[in-house]
């Protein structure tokens, strides 16, 4: 499998601005591969924090090796919440099409930081919805 192009879309459609908004668009990326940090926006309600929790680093998820053999895409939307510090926390699986892709997006959330979002100059804790899409490319 070597030089299998396998990318990893990650569509951060964390919060929608109104009812009705367009998700954020997705993030191209390898495997297991760094985050450019300036491609994860988050957005939110304004009522919920004044300055919005920013992504500072973290990867992608791997890519599960039976489904990579068998050439298969799939996806897993996860939700977690961005603590006080930064860090990510209690994390959930709204919806995947095979249980590894949803495992794999959550042990990869684990190691993401973030700038925690702020309210009236305090740092809060936020809810996040990530959709995880993979496909192998060619």
Known sequence: MRGLA???IIALATAL????????PPVHTRPNAPIPAQKMPVVGPPSEF???PK???????????????????GFAVTRF???????????????TNYPYFASHAIIAIQKWRFQPATKKG???SYRIQTPFYYRVGR
């Open 6 to 8: 396998i990318p990893l």
């Open 17 to 24: 601005r109104a009812q009705g908004a367009d998700p954020l």
């Open 81 to 95: 919440t961005v603590d006080e510090t930064g860090h990510t926390r209690d994390f959930h699986v709204i919806k």
């Open 122 to 124: 305090r740092p809060v």
């Open 55 to 73: 992504f500072i680093s973290g990867a992608a998820p791997i890519y599960p090796i039976t489904r990579l053999r068998l050439r298969q895409s």
């Open 50 to 52: 004044d300055v919005a």
